[in-house]
């Protein structure tokens, strides 16, 4: 089945930092790959999201570029800000279906120090 | 546009208890999403729902646990005799019917954070 696999956290960084967090997943046909964030203590959010092979998808300074030979949604940032601090989530969308079952990774903690 | 509503929050029960949670989708979405996320781990699919049917349950727990998207009113989410390793935030999703072209995203409340004591 489809599957997603996050670089491990936690990460920390300092504030003016470069941020990659790596996502690689595993589906067969041709899904949608998203971003989402969560806030401590709140729900998900979209962060990006590319949609075909070659696609950036970029928001608040995010980026990231579906690369469908390496099956790879790396995300990049590149100055991260202490409100950057959060847990970002990769996730893969099936297709074939009416509806849009979301698979994710297990989440990256990122910790942006002052 | 009100968003993905869940309630309650917080909700806190005995061992043995029964937990409903709701989740009221978007405005104009046709399909409901349930996720489980343990303490310290990712998001767990658990099931989706089209109005009066389920679509795809295979991530529910074989005991316990049912959900429901009547005709009219929120989803459903019902949790039988709780133990405490029920204890989790459940978040709720919700898009509108897929179409050619759609990007297939959720969009997600804030979460009901149930506590089993």
């Known amino acids: 089945g489809d599957s997603v696999t996050q670089m491990e956290g936690p990460v920390t960084l300092s504030e003016e930092a470069f941020l990659t967090i790596n996502c690689t997943y595993t589906a067969t046909g041709y899904p949608s790959l998203f971003w989402y964030v969560q806030y401590p203590g709140e729900g998900l959010q979209l962060l990006l999201k590319?949609?075909?092979?070659?696609d950036k998808g970029s928001n608040k300074g995010f980026e990231a570029t579906y690369r469908k030979e390496t099956t790879s949604f790396h995300l990049e940032k590149g100055s991260v800000q202490v409100s950057d601090s959060a847990v970002y989530f990769c996730?893969?969308?099936?297709?074939?279906?009416?509806?849009?079952?979301?698979?994710f990774g297990e989440g990256t903690q990122l910790t942006v120090n002052p | 546009n009100a968003g993905v509503m869940q309630n309650p929050r917080h909700l806190v029960r005995r061992r043995g208890q029964e937990a409903r949670l709701r989740c009221s989708p978007m405005k104009g979405h046709s399909h409901v999403y349930w996720y489980r996320q343990l303490p310290e781990e990712g998001l767990k699919f658990m099931v989706y729902l089209q109005k009066e049917n389920i679509i795809d349950e295979s991530g529910m727990p074989k005991e316990r646990f049912s959900a429901e998207f009547p005709k009219e009113g929120p989803s459903i989410l019902r949790i039988q005799q709780v133990v405490r390793g029920d204890s989790a935030a459940y978040f709720c999703?919700?898009?509108?019917?897929?179409?050619?072209?759609?990007?297939?995203?959720?969009?997600f409340g804030e979460g009901s954070r149930l506590t089993v004591l």
């Open positions: 996730a893969l969308s099936d297709t074939g279906t009416s509806g849009s079952r979301l698979t």
């Open positions: 590319a949609t075909k092979a070659d």
């Open positions: 999703a919700s898009s509108p019917l897929r179409q050619r072209g759609s990007t297939g995203e959720l969009f």
